[in-house]
């Protein structure tokens, strides 16, 4: 079982930073991914970045040059720093994570999941 809580969301200035972390408890094997994730009111939870155990990382189109997903192996954190703020980036944020499997890592309902941490961004 793997445990995942989430810090760092607060309120911010459009154009300002925030650093998220992710605290992972538990092992989920060498072969894993992780994610970090977003859902604004009435809208989709939808994929933000994602990094594997091979440093590989992937971003949304609406964050890339913003955000960097990155992790910190030997303390189990994963980290979002969030830059240039928007107004649209307003939203709770998620970390996921999952092992990968011989069809590869998804990150799903059927992955580990933390609680969230709010983001809000006004003008």
């Known amino acids: 079982q793997v445990q995942l809580v989430e810090s760092g969301g607060g309120s911010v200035q459009a154009g300002g930073s925030l650093r998220l972390s992710c605290v992972a408890a538990g092992y989920i094997g060498s072969a894993y991914c992780m994610g970090w994730f977003r859902q604004a009111p009435g809208k989709e939870r939808e994929g933000v970045a994602r990094i594997d155990s091979n440093g590989f990382t992937t971003y949304a189109d609406s964050v890339k040059g913003r955000f960097t997903i990155s992790q910190d192996n030997a303390k189990n954190i994963l980290y979002l720093q969030m830059n240039s703020l928007k107004l649209e980036d307003t939203a709770m944020y998620y970390c996921?994570?999952?092992?990968?499997?011989?069809?590869?890592?998804?990150?799903?309902?059927?992955?580990?999941w933390g609680q969230g941490t709010q983001v809000t961004v006004s003008s």
């Open positions: 996921a994570a999952d092992r990968t499997y011989a069809t590869g890592c998804y990150l799903d309902s059927h992955s580990f």
